[in-house]
């Protein structure tokens, strides 16, 4: 397999997104993982080296179809270097990470890259006419999903090594979190986690813990009816379709005991249930993919991290993981993809009892 071209935008231009990103694929040798291409402001890249007391030597390049392999490549996102207020999202931290992110979209869309990894962004900043989804996952599933295929939808997991956690409910407040845990959503997540993971982690018979959503599981509902009356019928529903499916499990105990390290796959019922357990387990390594769709991206599993911005101290290492586990993801993809293509047709051609 060629050196694969790996997309990598800017995030907000006031967190850490482009530290982290030059620090990952500045050390020698990098570029012979990959192709890297980093959608960025030039001139606010030469500023974040200056920042970080480096140096890098890159290729600017108009679009990533003219990235050179073994090179660092740069496209120039924006004529303007946008002001820098590290620490504070602003409008035009927010439009400048847009346009990284646009940029890096088109070029995926039009298989100039073979997988994006984002930078983190400020979802508040970057809200606009232009950009009104809660984070990357529901833009993405916006411009990649495919209408005529229902299977096509956005899947948040978080993965390290040694686990993976997929979420019910995204960036949805936990006030409507209950209304949420459907059974029919809960079919159709735990579906979709069955086929990535066996996709796109090369796993041949997953095994998928179900949380439940309310503490000790409901207690029989005395603290909550929906393990009763969505989570269990979803659960015997999943097993007739011979996916191997099991709980619900209380999250606290299913985390603390490490009974996760007996499953290919968690789902959780929302955000925090599912990414504290798994952001304290994964530590710096944890990585973030949207899966469902065809087009592969990760990114880390941190945010902005304003606290640290322009001070040099932020880690490279999940931002790291998010470029080697996107390729890790398009050759497990390649692989399972070219076994379960539909053979050619086979056809006999019978022999004539007719003499000759």
Known sequence: MDNLKIGITQGDTNGVGLEVALKAIMPEG??????????????????TLNMMGATMKFQSIESAADARPGKINVVNIGEQTPEISYGTPTPESGKAALASLNAACDALEAGEIDALVTSPISKEAIQSDEFNFPGHTEYLEAR????????????????S??????????????????????????????????????????????????????????????????????????????????????????????????????????????????????????????????AGLEVIRTSPDHGTAYDIAGTNSADPTSMREAIYKAIDIYKARSIYDEASASPLPFSVQKSSNKPQ
């Open 30 to 47: 990098f570029t012979e993982i990959c192709t890297p291409i980093v959608f960025a402001n030039k001139k606010l890249l030469l500023q």
């Open 161 to 290: 090594d040694d686990l993976r956690v997929a979420l019910l409910t995204t960036h949805l407040p936990i006030a409507k979190v209950s209304d949420a845990v459907r059974a029919d959503a809960i079919k159709d997540a735990v579906k979709r986690l069955d086929r990535t993971l066996r996709r796109d982690f090369a796993c041949d018979r997953p095994k998928i813990a179900i949380l439940s959503l309310n503490p000790h599981n409901g207690d029989g509902g005395v603290l909550g009816s929906e393990e009763q009356t969505e989570i269990i019928p979803a659960l015997s529903d999943l097993r007739e379709e011979k996916i191997l499916a099991f709980g619900p499990f209380a999250a606290d105990g299913f985390f603390g005991s490490e009974q996760w390290r007996n499953f290919d796959g968690v789902l959780a019922m929302y955000h925090d249930q599912g990414l504290a357990p798994f952001k304290t387990i994964a530590g710096a390594a944890g990585v973030n993919f949207t």
């Open 144 to 159: 990649f999903a495919d209408e005529g295929n229902p299977d096509s939808k956005a899947s948040m997991i978080l993965f």
